[in-house]
């Protein structure tokens, strides 16, 4: 019941990226609690399959995570060294010569990293900002030199090489570890990897990563079940009315717990077993009511996320991506890790 994580699907998912770019650290992305599925869990499982390099977006994060992961696990903070930041056991990726002077000044002995932009304009030194502070910054010492592509996830797309080129002119010959691939970058070849991937979404089992293992069950409790004649309505703005004598249950779950109300009317299907039950009426706050009329038996729970319907799958029909459905699974699921 509740929202079931499978670790060891997850980890076998890491494994897989990490085979894909045989010649890099594989690194793993836990910021967001670990895109929702429990960073206190998902760490420990994961360096005990070998990671020694975890990212976070932001020191709270990291020092949240600290206490579960032993010493030689190494803690990146992707935002760098904000002001007032406590980074005791953290290594800041630093964004700007702001962000390095602030570091250096205040830690001069403390391990950081240097996030560069290659183009995508979110994070990181500006190549100008960079060739002014370069010298300074590697004498300093920094354990990893890094960027982050802003269209891997579209193989295509012509900014992939124009990056990589950039992240090069800004990187070659430095004598620093280097990483610019998350989960797309992985899957875009070689070329990307570098001395180090960060792997994110793939490993949680979403796109792009295709042939990930399914790493989340979410099974909903049936609250109770009611018939309806034909001509009665369900919920907020009677949006749903039966067309023949029906069955209705009611499900405890909502938008509250991430589940959108744009998947109001979009053909959801719930899962008793092998059989699709349709949501109908409106996704409400604590509540979503399906149809159960033509179940034999009314199970204690319905599945909306398994191996037959995934995050990605449901992002679609909300008109989402995987990692919003994930990263907005709600607190009030009780969590199963196995
Ligand atoms: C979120 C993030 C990642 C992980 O990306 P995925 O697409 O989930 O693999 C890697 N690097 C940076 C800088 C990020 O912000």
């Known amino acids: 019941m509740g929202l079931m ?64 992961l032993p010493d030689d696990a190494r803690i990146m903070v992707l935002s760098g060294h904000m002001e007032g930041e406590d980074l005791t056991g953290l290594i800041p990726m630093l964004n700007s010569p702001a962000q390095f002077f602030r570091d250096r000044a205040l830690r001069p002995k403390g391990a950081f990293g240097i996030q560069l932009d290659s183009g995508m304009n979110r994070l990181g030194f500006e190549p100008g900002e960079w060739a002014a502070v370069r010298a300074e910054a590697v004498a300093a010492g920094p354990v990893l030199v890094m960027s982050h592509l802003a269209c891997a996830d579209e193989p295509d ?122 949501m109908i009426g409106r996704v409400s706050m604590d509540l979503i009511t399906v149809d159960v009329t033509d179940l034999a038996v009314v199970p204690a729970e319905l599945e909306l996320l398994n191996a037959k319907q995934g995050v990605d799958d449901l992002a679609k029909l909300a008109g989402t991506i995987g990692y919003e459905i994930l990263t907005s699974l709600g607190r009030r699921y009780s969590r199963v890790w196995r």
Not at 24 to 45: E, T
Not at 185 to 205: A, N, T
Not at 229 to 248: L, M
């Open 157 to 278: 797309h012509a900014a992939n090489a124009a990056q990589l080129a950039a992240f090069r002119a800004m990187t070659d010959g430095l004598d620093v570890p280097r990483a610019l691939a998350a989960t797309g970058g992985i899957l875009l070849g070689p070329e990307f990897h570098f001395d180090l991937v960060r792997c994110g979404v793939g490993m949680y089992g979403a796109e792009p990563f295709l042939t990930a293992a399914s790493v989340v069950t979410l099974s909903i409790p049936v609250i109770q079940t009611r018939e309806l004649q034909p001509g009665e309505s369900v919920g907020y703005g009677y949006s749903w009315t039966a067309t023949r004598p029906s069955k209705i249950a009611t499900l405890a779950a909502g938008y509250a717990d991430g589940l959108p109300r744009a998947l109001t009317g979009k053909g959801v299907n719930f899962w008793a077993g092998e059989t699709a039950v349709p």
């Open 5 to 68: 994580i499978d670790l060891s699907a997850l980890v076998a998912n890491w494994k897989a990226l990490a085979a894909r770019a045989p010649a890099a650290r594989p690194g793993a992305v836990v910021k967001a609690d670990a895109y929702g599925l429990g960073a206190a869990k998902v760490a420990p499982a994961l360096y005990a399959a070998g990671a020694r390099d975890f990212f976070v977006a932001v020191a709270s994060e990291g020092r949240e995570l600290r206490p579960h």
